[in-house]
């Protein structure tokens, strides 16, 4: 029997093993290092009130104005005051985040920032944060395994543990951390294992899911007309003055707007390019994009890159709070796999590593006191049934989610995705990815990352999030 099982070795899975007291039972199962999930790939940096004009209160307003009416304001206080603490606990674990010549760290200011916020090591802060955090892993007692978990031990309601396809692995606690969905799109910045594989695992044990209509396309990913992983081009780019420019040449759009509104500005042009070409010291300061492009035949030192959306960070998810507790008793959900509603209808840069950090540790805390006996999600509780056992995503998935749940939707669109999907096996990506596009088709506004072409304002009568279960969907 284990204190702590976790699912996913990320940096919100790898944080909550480090959270956890001396002497506790852990195992870090994941399904492994040539699949790893999005930590190692974040750039720009995590976002934290450290600087001298900035506050909690500054980075929580920014945040509730980007996540457009409809974030959990309670929780997004809470884990933008634990900011500046999360940068001097990742300190003192080792991570060695970049210092402007005052000694004081450096900051990039990201969309949406109204000061400069994001702390960061280069353009690879979560490759940096992932070293830290695996090294200090190596000197506790944690277990690891590498196998993907393929289903829940769930009992009358409540989670006792995890399955893998060789092993049972029970536990006082269980963590899901197994990151995003962006693989679902195929166009993507995550890796390819980012297929939603706890959200999955989760929904079919009877867990409450929500936001699901929101998947953030990031503005900026290396168009190199790859069908499957794009190169991401932070915005910390255009913080520090690269521009975009349309096929005649001229700038649409605030290049430092809101995620959501240069991707549709992107969009509504026939082609973009991004010129980096004027940032000083690019190939110091961004040593792991001009590296990346330049493998695909790109080199941005001396020519404007040519760019388009592409998946990229997953704002539904399974509903927890700020603590992780989700709507089964034993059950946890901590970083991107995770709905806490901290993002609203969009996600601020920098703040999923930030999330991904505090809420990881709060689980790790409680994993000694066994169950929590926390506060729970008030949610009917399925008894959950057994389900077959998690498969890998249909590849034809990925082209529907594509064309019709893709970055603009609109309600054939939508209809054609929901009748595509339906032809299916009905395998576990494919019920989330109804789900996902039922959702979509059910929010008649734009609102956040979630942009309707039929219906393009956003809509009082839909100020709030979305919440689902799987049970309640017949085919
Ligand atoms: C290119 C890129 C750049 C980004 N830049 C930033 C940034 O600058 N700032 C920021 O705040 N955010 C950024 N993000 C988002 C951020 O990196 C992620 O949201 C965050 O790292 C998620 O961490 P996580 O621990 O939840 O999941 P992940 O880091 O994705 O880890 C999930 C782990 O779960 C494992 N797993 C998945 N399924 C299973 C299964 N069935 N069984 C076992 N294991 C499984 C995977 O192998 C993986 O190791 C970026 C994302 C990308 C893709």
């Given at each position: 029997?284990?204190?702590?099982v ?20 852990i ?30 209160d ?46 004081a ?5 990201e ?6 916020r994001?702390?960061h ?16 892993v190596?000197?506790?007692?944690v ?97 520090e ?30 082609s ?5 070409t ?47 507790h ?22 601020m840069?920098?703040n ?20 929590s ?40 669109r ?25 959702a ?16 393009p304002?956003?809509?009082?009568a ?13 085919r």
């Amino acid at each position: 029997m284990y204190d702590l099982v976790i699912v996913g070795g990320g940096i919100a899975g790898l944080c909550a093993a480090l959270a956890a007291p001396e002497g506790a039972r852990i195992v870090v199962i994941d399904k492994g290092e040539a699949r790893a999930g999005s930590s190692p790939l974040a750039q720009g940096g995590i976002a934290a009130a450290v600087g001298p004009e900035d506050s909690p209160d500054l980075h929580a307003a920014d945040t509730i104005k980007a996540g457009a009416g409809i974030c959990d304001e309670q929780t997004v206080r809470d884990i933008c005051a634990e900011g500046p603490r999360v940068i001097a606990w990742l300190q003192e674990l080792g991570c060695d985040f970049d210092r402007s010549p005052d000694g004081a760290l450096d900051l990039a200011r990201e969309g949406g920032q109204t000061v400069a916020r994001s702390v960061h090591w280069r353009d690879a802060t979560g490759q940096e944060i992932v070293r830290a955090l695996r090294r200090a892993v190596q000197g506790r007692n944690v277990e690891r395994v590498s196998a993907p978990a393929t289903g829940f031990i769930a009992i009358d309601g409540t989670c006792h543990g995890v399955f893998t396809a060789e092993e049972r692995y029970p536990a006082g606690i269980t963590l899901v951390a197994t990151g995003g969905a962006g693989a679902l799109w195929g166009r993507t910045t995550n890796a390819q294992g980012a297929t939603a594989d706890g959200i999955v695992l989760a929904m079919q044990a009877g867990t409450q899911v929500a936001d699901l209509e929101f998947m953030q396309f990031h503005p900026t990913a290396l168009d190199d007309g790859s069908p499957t992983q794009r190169i991401l081009l932070t915005e910390a780019l255009r913080g520090e003055g690269a521009t975009l420019h349309n096929e005649r040449g001229e700038r649409f759009v605030d290049e430092l707007a809101p995620r959501h509104v240069v991707t549709k500005a992107i969009l509504e042009q026939a082609s973009v390019t991004l010129d980096c070409t004027q940032i000083l010291d690019l190939e110091r300061r961004f040593p792991t994009v001009v590296a990346g492009a330049r493998a695909r035949g790109f080199d941005p030192v001396t020519t404007p890159l040519p760019v388009s959306p592409a998946a990229h960070y997953f704002v539904g998810g399974i509903a927890a709070d700020a603590s992780g507790h989700t709507s089964i008793p034993g059950l946890f959900a901590a970083g991107e796999c995770a709905a806490t509603g901290m993002h609203g209808a969009n996600r601020m840069a920098g703040n999923s590593l930030l999330e991904s950090v505090v809420v990881g540790r709060r689980v790790g805390e409680l994993a000694a006191l066994g169950t929590s006996k926390g506060r729970f999600i008030h949610m009917p509780l399925a008894v959950a049934r057994w389900r077959p056992p998690i498969v890998e995503a249909d590849p034809e998935i990925a082209p529907i989610m594509w064309d019709d749940v893709g970055p603009i939707r609109e309600e054939t669109r939508l209809h054609e995705a929901i009748a595509q999907l339906s032809k299916l096996e009905p395998t576990g990506h494919t019920e989330l990815c109804l789900m996902i596009a039922r959702a979509a088709a059910a929010r008649l506004e734009s609102r956040g990352v979630h942009i309707r072409s039929d219906y393009p304002d956003q809509d009082s009568a839909f100020a709030t999030r979305s919440f689902d279960q799987h049970h309640a969907h017949a085919r």
